[in-house]
């Protein structure tokens, strides 16, 4: 408060009081936001001041505002001074700052698959339309112009062109050769060529496979060959392989058992070609064995290898028994009397005992009753495991008794070679020595019923044992 006292000439005063207020507040200014970050995604900011009446900005690049606010398109530092109606002042700055860096975009490979690094995210585009994609890598199959937009968190984007060729010429894929192939047992494999391609990739039968232009193949079924040219473009071409190695099915008709001296015959069938083999070295290469008259030898095991016309081969076996009848052993030489018979015996023969006249061959059946004296002989005959008959056996002679034996040379009297009868006389016969002949008894068994002389014949005993009984005496 201000008084004041004032004197006039007279000396006379007064006083009057004023009082004097004070207003020199400084305003308190603040810059919302505090602070900012300007991106491609926020190319601008506005800044508001606020605590005073006026304002006045500068900043970056010669900028200057009056307003409340200001609009900021550059990052630095701005500054304002906020003025109040007692016309006192304040200042605040703000610090923008600035990230608008564009992504540096890279595309691998440069030719079918692209991929863009260093961005945060992508967009395909191709320029004829119709495709679109969102991942870093893409498969093309379509050739044309792609176009790649990454796009960093700040928003900021960059792109990148590529032009993709297309070259999808599938190989015209063959096999050779083209006519049938049959593996057999005369080419049991075979080679098949793929060709039209770069490289090759088998597949068939019993998990087969193989990587090369050529393929052995050793089993019949289908086999599939992939090829693949330099582009990568494949096309396929099979092949069936047939297989024949069917083994012949041999049957074997014939002789089982034979007898000794016929022919042995046995046949094969069920093949192409035939070969044979025997007992006692025989062969032969013909669908029948045969052999036309057997021995001994040849009882065995017969083998025939039978080969089919695909060259596969197959053996069998089959036995032919060559049967040998024993030849009987007949009874001696027998003398009977006029009209009467006689069964004739022989031993050896295990199966049916035959009889032949020995002059005419004519069969017999025992018992016989000849008029003469008669030779006969004997045969055996088996019926399993085949009817075979013997060699005829020695004859045995029957003489028919006419009371009459007379010596045809000197001799021994038990010798039937001596008389005419060719048998030793027996107690029924007249013995006549005829002229000339000394025959001799050894023993003591001769007999006779009569005995005669004739000139100059000579009856010897051989010692002090040797008798003759004459039953007439």
Not at 231 to 254: L, M, Q, R, W, Y
Request: hydrophobic letters at 35%.
């Amino acid at each position: 408060t201000y008084t004041v006292i004032g004197t006039t000439a007279n000396g006379c005063s007064a006083s009057a009081s004023v009082v004097i207020t004070e207003d020199k507040a400084t305003p308190t200014i603040v810059v919302t936001p505090t602070t900012a970050i300007l991106t491609c995604l926020t190319p601008s900011t506005t800044i508001t001041a606020s605590g005073a009446t006026t304002y006045s900005w500068s900043g970056t690049g010669g900028f200057s505002a009056s307003t409340v606010t200001a609009d900021i398109l550059v990052g630095g530092t701005y500054t304002v001074i906020g003025t109040t109606a007692n016309g006192c002042s304040a200042s605040a700055s703000v610090v923008i700052t600035e990230d608008k860096a564009t992504p540096t975009i890279v595309v691998t490979p440069t030719t079918a698959v692209l991929t863009c690094l260093t961005a945060d995210s992508y967009s395909w585009t191709r320029s004829s339309g119709g495709f679109t994609a969102t991942t870093a890598v893409v498969t093309i199959t379509t050739s044309g112009s792609y176009t790649v937009v990454g796009t960093n968190t700040n928003g900021c984007t960059a792109s990148a062109l590529i032009a993709i060729g297309q070259n999808q010429t599938t190989p015209t894929v063959t096999i050779t050769p083209t006519s049938a192939i049959v593996l057999t047992c005369l080419t049991p494999s075979t080679t098949v060529t793929a060709n039209g391609a770069s490289s090759y990739s088998w597949t068939g039968t019993g998990g087969f496979t193989a990587t090369t232009a050529i393929a052995n193949i050793t089993e019949g079924g289908t086999y599939v060959v992939t090829g693949m040219n330099g582009n990568g473009c494949t096309a396929t071409a099979s092949v069936t392989i047939t297989e024949d190695k069917a083994t012949p099915t041999i049957t074997i008709t014939g002789d089982n058992a034979v007898c000794v001296g016929s022919a042995i015959s046995v046949t094969a069938t069920g093949g192409f070609t035939y070969a044979w083999a025997g007992p006692g070295g025989f062969t032969s290469t013909t669908a029948l064995a045969s052999i036309a008259a057997s021995t001994v030898a040849n009882d065995g095991v017969y083998t025939v290898t039978v080969t089919n016309a695909n060259g596969c081969t197959a053996m069998a076996t089959t036995s032919v028994a060559v049967i040998v009848v024993p030849v009987p052993t007949v009874q001696a030489d027998v003398t009977i009397a006029s009209g009467a018979s006689i069964t004739l015996t022989a031993t050896g023969c295990t199966g049916t005992l035959l009889w032949f006249n020995a002059a005419t061959d004519a069969s017999v059946t025992m018992p016989v009753s000849p008029t003469v004296t008669t030779s006969y002989y004997a045969k055996c005959q088996t019926s399993s495991p085949t009817s075979c008959i013997s060699e005829k056996s020695a004859d045995v002679k029957v003489r028919v008794s006419t009371g009459i034996v007379i010596s045809i040379k000197s001799g021994n009297w038990e010798d039937p070679a001596t008389w005419d009868s060719g048998t030793v006389p027996t107690a029924t016969d007249t013995v006549t020595i005829d002229t000339g002949h000394t025959v001799s008894i050894t023993t003591s068994t001769a007999t006779a019923k009569k005995l005669n002389y004739n000139t100059n014949s000579t009856l010897n005993f051989a010692n002090s044992t040797a008798k003759l009984t004459v039953a007439g005496l």
